[in-house]
């Protein structure tokens, strides 16, 4: 079941931030479980109760570790990621046929789409501006016209890296006074050096969290909702599982190795947070020398903003986005135009155009994502062929 981390003295993987090897220890957990548990968990005879007790203790321990950003007694649902359980963040929450739900361009899409679909129900769809740090512009709304208000915060955003400020959201009220229910997307948030729990939300802010462990050496095909205790979830996929919230037999060994790996990445966090953003400044700073050595421009997105330690995103201006990551990957380095699912897209990020950043920067903007596995020498050699790539390259078409 181990998966070789798709790095050699070839190949420097830097996108981290769409996928993460999976961990050898995670990989060995869930082998040790693959004969134990594979039975389905719903089944009544020992065999299914064994799985049972798998499941639930995996559920214990993520909920017991992350849990507490969301208060005492939290829920968890399992999900196959983390668009999933953003889905059934927003969906779920929605009781009332009226409501309002804010989103912004720092969201992944599987938000705007659970908004849209609650636009098509009636709901107002609100989508909050950002500041140029990255952060939600909140606004001064309206009382909402309904029982609910909901509203999507993404801690860390994937296409700039930029932290939300979440002190600045529990402050938040609409004109009447109303607290809105938040739901958050974690998925890119766990290396935080500074926060005393693993996200650092302000207690209760949270009524829901959204989180997947291939994001930090876990498995693909299982994310999570947690779900704080005083709130009223309804399903999106009915079905006897998951306490009614989640219809489907679960991957005991999935939600095993899920378990490892957020045991792995909280125990490191603050540790693996530190060394990533001395990675992260030392390729910042190498490039930033290799390019004016070469005369080229280039900008770090956020700069001056708080920012996850594993993400930087670069702009090239007069460069094209697609043409730097198509001539890095002949170099051997891996990296991104932006998210994942939206690369191959001609789209620019939305966060990058929302921040209000010159129009050349945002079309020239390429993201590295480092891991607990990117090394110095890795840093090093790709910043070297970096500086070949843009050598290489046309002059800028403005220059
Ligand atoms: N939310 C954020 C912030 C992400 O970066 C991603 C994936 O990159 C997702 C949600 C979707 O995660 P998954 O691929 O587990 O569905």
């Avoid at 957990?29 to 639930?56: C, I, K, T, Y």
């Avoid at 196959?80 to 361009?105: D, H, I, K, M």
């Avoid at 709901?123 to 309904?146: F, K, N, R, Y």
């Avoid at 910042?284 to 920012?307: F, N, P, S």
Wanted: glycine residues 10%; aromatic residues 4%.
């Amino acid at each position: 079941m181990t998966s070789e981390a798709p790095r050699s003295p070839e190949s420097i993987y830097l996108d981290h931030a769409a996928a993460t090897p999976l961990s050898p220890e995670v990989a060995a957990a869930m082998e040790s479980v693959r004969e134990e548990g594979f039975a389905n968990p719903s089944s009544p005879h020992a065999a299914g109760r064994r799985a049972r007790r798998l499941l639930d203790d995996a559920r214990d321990r993520i909920a017991c570790l992350v849990g507490h950003d969301l208060g005492p007694g939290v829920g968890l649902v399992f999900t196959s990621g983390a668009t999933e359980a953003n889905r059934l963040g927003v969906l779920g929450l929605a009781s009332g046929s009226r409501g309002r739900v804010l989103t912004s361009p720092r969201d992944h899409s599987s938000l705007g789409a659970a908004a849209r679909d609650l636009a098509a129900r009636g709901w107002d769809s609100v989508l909050m501006p950002l500041l140029a740090d990255g952060t939600l512009g909140l606004c001064s709304l309206p009382a909402a016209d309904g029982t609910s208000e909901i509203m999507c915060v993404t801690l860390v955003c994937s296409q700039s890296g930029t932290r939300e400020d979440t002190d600045r959201i529990a402050g938040w009220r609409d004109d009447a006074g109303r607290d809105p229910l938040i739901h958050v997307d974690a998925t890119q948030a766990i290396f935080n050096a500074e926060a005393s729990t693993p996200f650092g939300l302000p207690p209760g802010l949270a009524a829901t969290l959204a989180l997947a462990p291939h994001k930090f050496g876990g498995p693909r095909g299982i994310g999570c909702l947690l779900v704080r205790r005083d709130v009223a979830l309804v399903p999106v996929t009915p079905g006897t599982q998951e306490r009614g919230l989640r219809g489907g037999t679960e991957a005991v060994a999935l939600a095993v190795g899920f378990a490892r790996a957020v045991e792995l990445a909280v125990a490191e966090r603050g540790v693996v947070a530190r060394r990533l953003a001395q990675l992260r400044d030392r390729f910042e700073a190498r490039l930033a020398g290799v390019a004016a050595a070469l005369g080229v421009a280039i900008r770090v997105i956020g700069a001056d903003a708080v920012r996850a330690p594993h993400i930087s995103t670069i702009a090239f201006p007069g460069r094209d986005r697609q043409a730097v990551v198509m001539a890095t990957d002949l170099e051997g380095v891996w990296c991104a135009t932006g998210t994942a699912c939206a690369s191959g897209s001609s789209e620019p990020a939305r966060a990058l155009v929302a921040m209000g950043l010159p129009e050349a920067d945002v079309q020239a903007a390429v993201r590295f994502s480092l891991g607990t596995r990117t090394t110095a020498v890795d840093i090093d050699a790709a910043v070297d062929r970096l500086a070949r790539v843009l050598s290489r390259m046309a002059a800028p078409r403005d220059g």
